[in-house]
C-alpha cells in the first residue's frame, strides 16, 4: 500500500478561500485549461513501469496570498485525454495570480491544509516496484495569472531515476565466462519528496533488498549484440541526493566510501551478482561473485536524480576481478589451486641414435605463459645431438636422437605457476 504523510492532519474546505466577515470576490470566473505534459514516451516492457501512464491526479491550487483556493481529485477517466496528454479544466477568477501543485499515480486523494504542507509531502512506496497505477510523478507551476484562453502548462517530471545497465565483454579473457544472475539497488530509497529535492535521511528509509531483477528480467545481459557488448537491463529507483562527498577523488576507482561511514548507509549503489568460471576459479552453485558501484555524476558525486535515464556500461577486464568503479566481492569464488607443471615421460631421457621421444609439458592453470625452450633445442640441433619436432599446440616436442652426446630440454611456465624444469638428454 501507498503512503502519504503530510505535516498537519486537519482537513480545510478548499472552495475558493473567504476571509471570516468578508464578501465574496466579485470577479469575474474564466475556464482554465490545465494541460499536463508527461514528455517523450519511452519503451515500455512487461516487467517495468509503464513510464507514461496517469490513473490519477491530486491538484492543488493556492492563490497569491498562500491560501488553498481548489483541491481536486480526479481518476484517468475523469480527466480529458487528447494528443498533447491529459487535461483539466478548473474555473479561477480572471486575472487572478495563482499556485499550482499536481501528484500523479498517488492513488488515493491527498488532503493537505497548506501550500508548505505540500511542499514538505514525503511520498511512500511499500515495497520498491509498486508501480503497478503508474510511476509517481509531479509538477509545479508558481505565480501564474490567469487569462482568457490562455492554457495553465504544468511539465511532469517522474520521482523516480531509470538506470539501464549493460555489460561490455570485449576485454575478458578468453577463457573467462562471467553470466549475470541478477542486479539490485541497494540503498533504494522508500520514500521522495514530489515537490522538492529528495534525498534518504536515515538508514530506516531504505529497502533491505531494493529493486531488483534476476534470471529471466536479466537475460538481455547475457546476450551478445556484437563486439562483446550486450543488450541492456533497466532498474528504477526514487531520487536520491547526497551531492559530492569525495573532494579528492579524481578517477571512479577513488570511488569509495568507508563502511564506518555515515553517508555508506545512505548513498546509492548497484550490485550485480554473477556466476563466474576462469582457469583459475570458479563459483559454486549458490554462491557468486558480487559487483558494487555507487551511482552519481562524477568520482566525487553520489546524485541519483529523478526523471533523468542513465546509461552505465560495466566493462571487466582481463580475469575480471580487478576493481575500477566497482568493488568486487570474491568471497563466493573457489580456486582451482594447487597449480602444478608435469613433464612426461619425465626429466630424463636415455636412448640410442635413431630412436625418438616424445617429451610434453602439461600445466594448469593454461592462462599461464609457456615457454618450450627454443634455444635450447636449436642449440643441440646444431651440435647434430637431435633434430625436433615441435607440437601444433606448443607445449610438447618429438626429438629425434642422431648422434651419441648429450643434450638437454629446457620448459618454463610463468604466473601463476612459476616453475621450470630442465629435461637431460644422453645419447649412446
Known amino acids: 500500500m501507498r503512503h502519504i504523510y503530510c505535516l498537519l492532519a486537519a482537513i480545510v474546505s478548499l472552495t475558493p478561500a473567504t476571509s471570516c466577515g468578508e464578501k465574496t470576490f466579485s470577479k469575474e470566473e474564466s475556464e482554465v485549461l490545465i494541460e499536463l505534459d508527461t514528455g517523450q514516451p519511452a519503451e515500455v516492457r512487461s516487467a517495468d513501469p509503464q513510464e507514461d501512464l496517469i ?6 491550487i493556492f492563490n497569491d496570498r498562500g491560501m488553498p483556493e481548489s483541491r481536486l481529485y480526479l481518476t484517468r477517466a475523469q480527466m480529458e485525454n487528447g494528443p498533447e496528454g491529459y487535461s483539466v479544466r478548473v474555473n479561477l477568477l480572471s486575472g487572478g495570480t495563482y499556485s499550482v501543485y499536481a501528484l500523479a499515480n498517488a492513488g488515493y486523494p491527498l488532503y493537505p491544509d497548506s501550500e508548505e504542507d505540500v511542499i514538505n509531502t514525503r511520498y511512500y512506496f511499500t ?15 508558481l505565480g501564474y495569472t490567469v487569462r482568457q484562453g490562455h492554457p495553465l502548462k504544468i511539465r511532469l517530471e517522474r520521482t523516480m531515476a531509470k538506470i539501464s545497465i549493460s555489460i561490455d565483454r570485449s576485454r575478458l579473457s578468453k577463457d573467462v565466462s562471467f553470466s549475470v544472475n541478477s542486479i539490485s539497488i541497494g540503498g533504494c530509497p522508500k520514500s521522495v519528496s514530489p515537490f522538492k529535492e529528495s534525498s ?6 531504505t529497502f533491505i533488498k531494493g529493486f531488483s531483477k534476476s534470471d529471466s528480467e ?19 529507483m526514487f531520487e536520491n541526493l547526497h551531492g559530492d562527498l569525495l573532494e579528492n577523488a579524481v578517477t571512479d576507482s577513488d570511488k569509495i566510501l568507508q563502511e564506518s561511514d555515515p553517508e555508506a548507509s545512505l548513498c546509492s549503489y548497484i550490485e550485480i551478482r554473477a556466476d563466474y568460471q576462469s582457469d583459475q576459479f570458479y563459483t559454486l552453485p549458490g554462491d557468486e561473485l558480487v ?34 568503479s566497482w568493488r568486487v566481492d570474491q568471497s563466493g569464488l573457489s580456486s582451482y589451486y594447487p ?9 630424463f631421457i636415455r636412448g640410442k641414435v635413431g630412436e625418438s621421444f616424445h617429451v610434453k609439458c602439461e600445466y594448469y592453470p593454461k592462462s599461464a605463459t609457456f615457454d618450450i625452450g627454443i634455444e635450447e633445442l636449436e642449440y643441440d640441433r646444431e651440435r647434430g645431438i637431435y633434430d625436433y619436432r615441435i607440437d601444433n599446440d606448443g607445449n610438447g616436442v618429438t626429438i629425434m636422437l642422431k648422434q651419441r652426446g648429450t643434450g638437454m630440454l629446457y620448459m618454463e611456465t610463468g604466473a601463476p605457476i612459476n616453475q621450470s624444469e630442465i629435461i637431460n638428454v644422453i645419447v649412446e
Open 127 to 141: 515495497y520498491p516496484d509498486e508501480y503497478r497505477i503508474g510511476i509517481p510523478m509531479s509538477g509545479k507551476i
Open 55 to 60: 490513473t490519477d491526479m491530486n491538484l492543488f
Open 291 to 324: 559487483y558494487r558501484f555507487y551511482l552519481g555524476d562524477n568520482p566525487r558525486n553520489f546524485d541519483v536524480r529523478r526523471n533523468t535515464h542513465y546509461h552505465i556500461t560495466v566493462t571487466p577486464e582481463n580475469d575480471g576481478l580487478g576493481e575500477n
Open 200 to 205: 534518504v535521511e536515515s538508514g530506516y528509509d
Open 339 to 347: 597449480y602444478y607443471m608435469k613433464i612426461s615421460p619425465g626429466t
Open 218 to 236: 536479466v537475460s538481455a545481459l547475457n546476450s551478445d549484440s556484437g563486439h562483446g557488448k550486450s543488450g541492456e537491463t533497466a532498474v528504477y
